[in-house]
């Protein structure tokens, strides 16, 4: 292995940690604000903009069979973005917890199909038992208390069914950028292939959600504070896909993934507590404990995947 991996390591935590606070305050700021649709249109189109311009510089203007692939694969992740915002306009705190399903399926479809179950340890394996367990009882305590405050407003089947969504999708997006297809594709033209596709279900999202949001909210989207703030948060999404995809080809798979499910844990509760009061107070002693129960298990699965 080359002598330069432990700093190629060092420099991936650093920046998908960079990143994750940063979309964590930017996205949860942009899902407040609603019209969630209209923002992914805005957002997929600056994240294509940048495709565009990184595949330019790199002269990687050219569509071959692995980019249709590709864009396919597009067309899917942005579902799994609306889905995502869907989830964490109900809680960012409680969809950090959920959260690690993408990576946790993504991780199943390795070991199975890849042959990586053998990288884990008794450890390990109790550690994903302890997410399993947390992310359980979390969902169970949180509908019991609702349902005993006269609360249930369908929050909490809301947000597994649109965390579902996403956890499929993008667990399977991110067990697809290990395969030789997307491997052998340069960096710029994986992002500008997914960022098409993207771009696309955006598109296709905010014309038949247009109706529907235009009654739900009264006052228009400020585009003035939205365009920029979505460009802040495009930047960090397009850097995190290529400093995963870079990472991809230099560690097995149940390296990196574990990583990433304790940063997207972690990262997002803090950004939560410094900054959102609501989401600070939403959750229980009982709650927290809980959460705190899955960051353990998260972190004992990192440690032990080699």
Not at 62 to 72: C, K, L, S, Y
Not at 82 to 100: D, E, H, P
Not at 157 to 178: P, R
């Amino acid at each position: 292995m080359d002598a330069n991996i432990p700093l190629m390591g060092i420099l991936f935590v650093g920046i998908v940690a960079l990143t994750n606070a940063v979309a964590s305050f930017t996205q949860k700021v942009a899902t407040d604000h609603g019209w969630q649709s209209r923002q992914l249109f805005i957002l997929y189109a600056w994240a294509l903009t940048i495709a565009l311009v990184i595949a330019a510089v790199r002269s990687q203007l050219i569509w071959n069979v692995a980019m249709v692939q590709i864009f396919v694969i597009g067309i899917a992740n942005a579902y799994g973005g609306y889905c995502q915002w869907k989830a964490i306009q109900i809680s960012m705190i409680r969809n950090s917890l959920f959260g690690v399903m993408p990576s946790l399926f993504s991780m199943a479809l390795a070991f199975v199909l890849l042959g990586e179950a053998k990288h884990l340890t008794s450890l390990a394996w109790s550690g994903m038992g302890i997410c399993a367990l947390a992310v359980a009882v979390f969902t169970i305590s949180r509908y019991v208390r609702k349902r005993k405050e006269h609360q249930d407003d369908g929050s909490t089947l809301a947000l597994i069914q649109y965390i579902a969504s996403y956890a499929v999708i993008w667990g399977i997006t991110g067990f697809l950028l290990k395969t030789d297809v997307v491997q052998e594709l340069d960096v710029a033209q994986f992002m500008l292939g997914m960022y098409c596709g993207s771009f696309v279900t955006a598109t296709t999202l905010m014309i038949l959600l247009s109706r529907q949001e235009r009654e739900k909210h009264d006052a228009p989207l400020d585009l003035k504070k939205t365009i920029p703030l979505l460009g802040v948060l495009a930047v960090c999404i397009v850097t995190w896909v290529g400093v995963s995809y870079f990472a991809y080809k230099h560690f097995f798979f149940v390296m990196v993934a574990p990583i990433t499910m304790v940063i997207t844990t972690v990262v997002p509760v803090i950004i939560s507590i410094l900054f959102f009061k609501k989401e600070r107070n939403e959750l229980t002693k009982f709650e927290w404990a809980v959460l705190s129960m899955g960051i353990l298990g998260i972190v004992i699965l990192a440690l032990q995947l080699k």
